[in-house]
């Protein structure tokens, strides 16, 4: 079974500071993303990756980046953390091979206070 | 243009129901419409996928209803079940590209 493992659960942060959301997958996927899911919005793509240090800007990109040093991790990072970023983060991965289901990890939530 | 326009928000079924989502799209240069199924505390996992060759696919009480020239589809399902209870998302892409468009979800409840 493919295993996309989230870092923490639950994460408070406050206003300002740098917050680093960490994701890995077991299963040697080369397309990885990060979504952001609120209630009424859907999920809602913020980046994805398709390779090592490969990145690409989904609909939603503004005050976040991220990072893939590895094949098998895919970082999100809040550059300066501000409340209406207080979410849901959902990390998936897929093989590129035609169209592959995304596998989604259990997702972080992300209070920022 | 990008849009996939899911409804209804919420839902509310008995047991032994049909339970009925509908999403619509305007890309028509779409060519792959997932249904995913989240259950609480967990992240979404594929339920059911068609392309626009066929109208209709079907698995078990799982069944999506594909109406091209309306470019909506629909998904079923049959029986609905408590264990049913689930948030479910549509998503549609195109074939050059693995970047899935979500629906905004559907919260389904089946009453016993």
Known sequence: DVKV???SRYLVKRTGEKV???????MDHENMFWYRQDPGLGLRLIYF?????????????????????KKERFSLILESASTNQTSM?????????????QHFGDGTRLSIL | QQQVKQSPQSLIVQKGGIS???????????????WYQQFPGKGPALLIAIRPDVSEKKEGRFTISFNKSAKQFSLHIMDSQPGDSATYFCAASMGNTDKLIFGT????????
Request: hydrophobic share 30%; aromatic share 14%.
């Open chain 2, 105 to 112: 979800g559907t919260r389904l409840q089946v009453f016993p």
């Open chain 2, 20 to 34: 009925i989502i509908n999403c619509a799209y305007e890309n028509t240069a779409f060519d792959y419409f997932p």
């Open chain 1, 20 to 26: 680093f959301l960490e994701c890995v997958q077991d």
């Open chain 1, 5 to 7: 493992t989230q870092s």
């Open chain 1, 89 to 101: 983060y959902l990390c998936a991965s897929s093989l590129t091979t035609l169209v592959q289901p």
């Open chain 1, 49 to 69: 990756s398709y390779d090592v240090k490969m990145k690409e800007k989904g609909d939603i990109p503004e005050g976040y980046s991220v990072s893939r040093e």
